[in-house]
Nanobody
């Protein structure tokens, strides 16, 4: 079955960096568009970044442009989110996502930006 397993979250001070990873299995990763979403308490789940199957096309939410970078390693079935210059408003649970017959989500990883 499809599995998405995120890791790399944690507590970081404003201005700091984190790198999230999402290891996948159960589908043909190299043909799948992959995305990162986030959900803050009391808010909807929003798209943060997405990347095409070969990695040639990326999309970012305006709020993270220039600070976050999405990338993928098709040999490792893994997608990454490098987050730099983190702000308190980046605090959220971050989810890995893909779609096939349905939407597939990971369990999420908590990112907390606080001094």
């Amino acid at each position: 079955q499809v599995q998405l397993v995120e890791s790399g979250g944690g507590l970081v001070q404003p201005g700091g960096s984190l790198r999230l990873s999402c290891v996948t299995s159960g589908f043909t990763f190299s043909t799948a568009t992959m995305s990162w979403y986030r959900q803050a308490p009391g808010k909807e789940r929003d798209l943060v970044a997405s990347i095409s199957s070969a990695g040639g096309t990326t999309h970012y939410a305006d709020s993270v442009k220039g600070r976050f970078t999405i990338s993928r390693d098709n040999a490792k079935n893994t997608v990454y989110l490098q987050m730099n210059s983190l702000k308190p408003e980046d605090t959220a649970v971050y989810y890995c996502h893909t779609f096939g017959r349905t939407d597939y989500w990971g369990q999420g990883t908590q990112v907390t930006v606080s001094s």
